[in-house]
């Protein structure tokens, strides 16, 4: 199993960005999909879940309505479109799989700040 984020970068308060996770090594159309964050000081925390057709998608409360989580299934990426970023969403953003155990990629980091 391998995880390799992309797309993080230094933004402006209000901007945007989009996050990849490129999957390999298992089935990624059969298992559900998650991004998780690390902000500085902070234990890492849930942020967005995708199922495996893409017909159920949950958010963590700050940042619902914001970001938006999707998944292309023939090309194996998981994707987080991150809108109105805001300085408290700087972190290093992680995917996950769980398949029998859990599988995290190495991050991509995110700053925002003015």
């Known amino acids: 199993v391998r995880l390799v984020e992309s797309g993080g970068g230094s933004v402006q308060p209000g901007e945007s960005l989009q996050l990849s996770c490129k999957a390999s090594?298992?089935?990624?159309?059969?298992?559900?999909m998650n991004w998780y964050r690390q902000r500085p000081g902070k234990e890492r925390e849930w942020v967005a879940g995708?199922?495996?057709?893409?017909?159920?998608?949950g958010y963590a409360d700050a940042v619902k309505g914001r970001f938006t989580i999707s998944r292309d299934n023939i090309n194996n990426i998981l994707y987080l479109q991150l809108n109105n970023l805001k300085p408290e969403d700087t972190a290093v953003y992680y995917c996950?799989?769980?398949?029998?155990?859990?599988?995290w990629g190495q991050g991509t980091r995110v700053t925002v700040s003015s």
């Open positions: 995708i199922s495996p057709t893409s017909e159920d998608t």
């Open positions: 996950k799989v769980v398949n029998v155990v859990e599988y």
């Open positions: 090594g298992f089935n990624f159309r059969d298992i559900a």
